[in-house]
Structure formats: C-alpha cells, structure tokens
C-alpha cells in the first residue's frame, strides 16, 4: 500500500462529503456467517424470504461481492433529525422513522459511494463495487471491522460521536489500503435499549434482534396481516421504528443528517393519519416518490395506519377509519376493524358495534370477518 494512495482515497472520500469513514480487510468476519444462518434457522428473520441461505453466504463474504477485493471502504451517512414542534390541537398523527423522513437515503449515499467506485476505476484502474443495504453484503460487522463503531446490544453499530444515528454504505475494491483496528468499546451494563424496546424483540441479553416481533420489520417489510398480539405495542409507529435508537445514550451529541435528506414538514415526520387512510395507489407514488416509505407499498402503509389509529385514534377518527372498512384491500379492511374495535373500547364511541355489524353484514373474505367479529365481541 502507498501512502499516496491512501491519501488520494481519502481524498475521494471527502470531496462526497463523507467524514464517517473507515477501512476493513475485504475477508469475512469471524462468526458472522454462523451467526446468520443461526437466525435464518431460528425463524428471527421473520418473512424476509429473499435473506435465504445463499443470500447469507455470500453476504458474509466480501470475496463473493467483489472477486479479488482487498479494502472495504466502509462509510456512515448520518440520520437524525429533530423531531418536529408538537401539534397537539390537530389531528391524530402516525410517526416516522428519522431515517425515512427526508429523501430515500439509499439513492443519497448510493450517488456518492458509485462516484468513489468510479474514481477508483479511472484513476487507479482498479475495480470498485458500492452498496448501500441490498448488498449482499452484512453492513455493521464489517464497520465494525473496519473500527467506524462498535455492535451494540440493540445489534446497532454505534460511533462515539453519533451513536446508533448513522446509516453505511460500502465500496468494495481491489485497491490495497490500510485498514482500521476494531474498537474496544462495548456497552458495558447498559441494556436501556432491551428495556426501551416494545415489544421484547431484543434478546434479553442484547446483540440478536427477533425481526418477527419488530416494528421495523413489521411496518416496513412484512406484506400480509401483523399478529393481533403485537398490534397494541406499536403505538403511533407507521413506518420503522426508533425506539431502541432513541434509547441509547451513546453520542448523545447526535450529528444531524444532511440537509437534503432532513425532513422538510411536520407531515414527513408525524404524517396525520386520516390523510394516509385517504391514499390511492396513485396519491401514494405521488407522495412517496423517491422516499424509503415506497418500500411499504400503499397497502402496507395504510394497513400501519389502522394500526397506530387503533392506538392512539379518537372518537373523530372512527369516521376515516369506517371508510377504510370498505377499503379495496382486504389488508386494509381487516386491520381497520380491529382499529375501530380498540378506539370504540377504548373512548367509548356511540355506534361503533354497529358500524363494524353494518360492514360484516356484506364482508366476504374470510379473514376480514373473522377481525370484524374479534372486534366486535373481543376476547
Ligand atoms: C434485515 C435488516 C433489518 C431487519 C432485521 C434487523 C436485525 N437486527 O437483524 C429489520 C427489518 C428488523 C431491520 C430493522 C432496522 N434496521 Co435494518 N437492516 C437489515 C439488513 C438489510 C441486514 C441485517 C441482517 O442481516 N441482520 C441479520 C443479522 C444476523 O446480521 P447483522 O445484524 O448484520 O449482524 C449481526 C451478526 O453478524 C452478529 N455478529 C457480528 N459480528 C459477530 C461476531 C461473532 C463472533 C458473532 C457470534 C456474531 C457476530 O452481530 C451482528 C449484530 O447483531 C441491513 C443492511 C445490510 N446489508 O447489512 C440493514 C441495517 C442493519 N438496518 C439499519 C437500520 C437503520 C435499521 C432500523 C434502525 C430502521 C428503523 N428505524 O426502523 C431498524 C433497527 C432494528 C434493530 N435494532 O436492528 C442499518 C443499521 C445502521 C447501524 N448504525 O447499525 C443497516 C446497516 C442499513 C444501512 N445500510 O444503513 N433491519
Ligand atoms: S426497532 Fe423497535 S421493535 Fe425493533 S428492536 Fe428496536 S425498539 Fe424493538
Ligand atoms: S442502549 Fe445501551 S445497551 Fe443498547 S445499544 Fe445503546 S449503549 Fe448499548
């Protein structure tokens, strides 16, 4: 490795204004592909079918990512963002995860590591490959490697400036540079996260995280029913979850994220959840376009929606929410009856059992029957 080159990388790097930088050996990390194919096989990774044995094997080697590799550039892009002033006289509000509140963060670093990989291409004649999250590549571990932070309990890779509030991206390339050294840090005692978490989906002891009882899997990547059991925990969460992040007291200083991906209103933040009840697969691409949310896809989206009005809804709120009983999507329907069923208990609303009565009278599918009559009688 020459210094020069070092130097130029570093360079490259700066210029896309990426200070969150660090470099691992391109060779798997001790452990991790066990510990990959032991969620695979203990269920933890819920539905994510495309996170199969093969996808496992070769995101844990950097070799099958980028044959001849020797350097993975790995960068943090950071994320938090302010939340909001309080709206607390309109109407009930869903909440966002801080990392999808701005502009698709996949499409902000991806512009910038692919021009680094391109550099690398031209200048040095070498071969470079970027990722940001689809890889297959396992992200923190080799962050971790590259000595940019420490994996902490909540499975997130923390820096010491900023916490767990930064996302990665990595350039693969056969260009030879120094790497980093592993940090010492651990979280010591702390398990806040553990305790913070709504749903225990951390393990007790902390470092797995059980996707099929995380908000996060569930509003983003799950596309059928959420279990009736988990509904109540999710609180006003509409698309991820922060909460095991909000918890952690590591950088506490919180770098904000770039200005072009910070959210721009309250909507982004705390969308009001009646007018993500009113969306059509049209005014969802229109309002999503370009932002993580469109992972969710409109169904997914409205059906989080229901979820958060069950909630923390009120009685106002079981008008939208009896349009959403006729809703196109069975999705939508059968997770509306079980919203109207939780505010009707909830704030006692005059006619909610027959609203839900009046909907089973002509409900055909039968699962969205089976929610209306759940709601309706309860336990
Ligand atoms: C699948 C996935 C999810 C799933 C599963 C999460 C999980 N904890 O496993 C779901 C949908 C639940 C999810 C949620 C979130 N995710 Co996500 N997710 C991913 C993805 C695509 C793969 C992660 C994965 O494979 N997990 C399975 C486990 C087995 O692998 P792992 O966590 O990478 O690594 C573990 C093991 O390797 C092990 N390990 C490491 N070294 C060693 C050594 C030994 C000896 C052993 C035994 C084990 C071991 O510990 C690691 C930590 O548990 C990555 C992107 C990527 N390509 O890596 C983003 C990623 C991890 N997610 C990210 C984010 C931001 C989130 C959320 C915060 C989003 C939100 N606000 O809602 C939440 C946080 C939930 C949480 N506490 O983890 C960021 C994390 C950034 C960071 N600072 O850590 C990533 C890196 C995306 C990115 N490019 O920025 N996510
Ligand atoms: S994202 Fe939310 S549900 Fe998932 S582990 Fe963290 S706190 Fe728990
Ligand atoms: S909350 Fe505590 S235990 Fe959890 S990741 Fe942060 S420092 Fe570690």
Aim: aromatic share 6%; net charge positive.
């Amino acid at each position: 490795m020459e210094t020069s080159t070092q130097a130029r990388a570093k360079e490259m790097v700066e210029r896309e204004g990426l200070s969150l930088v660090g470099v691992a050996p391109a060779r798997p990390v001790a452990g991790v592909r066990e510990a990959g194919m032991a969620a695979l096989r203990q269920g933890r990774l819920a539905g994510m079918a495309w996170m199969n044995e093969a996808w496992i094997e070769r995101a844990a080697d950097p070799q099958a990512f980028l044959p001849g590799a020797r350097s993975l550039i790995v960068a943090g892009l950071p994320c938090h963002s302010r939340d909001p002033e309080a709206d607390t006289a309109g109407p009930t509000r869903g909440r966002v995860a801080r990392y999808a509140r701005g502009r698709d963060y996949h499409r902000v670093f991806e512009k910038r590591l692919r021009r680094i990989a391109r550099t690398i291409r031209e200048e040095f004649g070498e071969a470079a490959r970027a990722t940001v999250d689809y890889g297959p590549l396992l992200e923190r571990p080799l962050a971790a490697a590259a000595g940019l932070g420490w994996i902490g309990k909540s499975t997130m890779l923390l820096m010491s400036g900023g916490g767990p509030w930064v996302l990665l991206g990595v350039v693969a390339t056969t260009l030879d540079l120094e790497p980093g050294r592993p940090l010492r840090k651990t979280c010591g005692n702390c398990t806040r996260c553990i305790a913070a978490c709504p749903t225990g989906a951390i393990a007790p002891d902390g470092h797995t995280v059980d996707a099929r009882l995380c908000i996060s899997y569930h509003t983003i990547e799950n596309r059928g029913v959420v279990p009736r059991e988990l509904r109540a925990k999710f609180k006003d969460w509409v698309f991820g979850c922060d909460d095991c992040l909000d918890s952690c007291p590591v950088g506490a200083s919180r770098w904000e994220s770039y200005p072009e991906f910070a959210p721009t209103t309250v909507d982004n933040a705390r969308p009001a959840l009646r007018d993500l009840l009113a969306l059509d697969e049209e005014g969802f691409a229109a309002r999503y376009r370009g932002r993580a949310i469109m992972r969710a896809k409109r169904d997914g989206l409205v059906r989080n929606a229901c979820i958060a009005f069950g909630n923390v809804g009120t009685a106002e709120d079981v008008t939208a929410l009896a349009g959403a009983l006729a809703d196109e999507s069975v999705l939508v329907r059968g997770h509306a009856a079980w919203a109207v069923g939780q505010i009707g208990r909830r704030v006692g609303v005059a006619g909610w059992r027959q609203t839900l009565e009046a909907r089973l009278a002509v409900e055909q599918d039968p699962w969205v029957r089976e929610e209306l009559r759940f709601a309706i009688e309860g336990e």
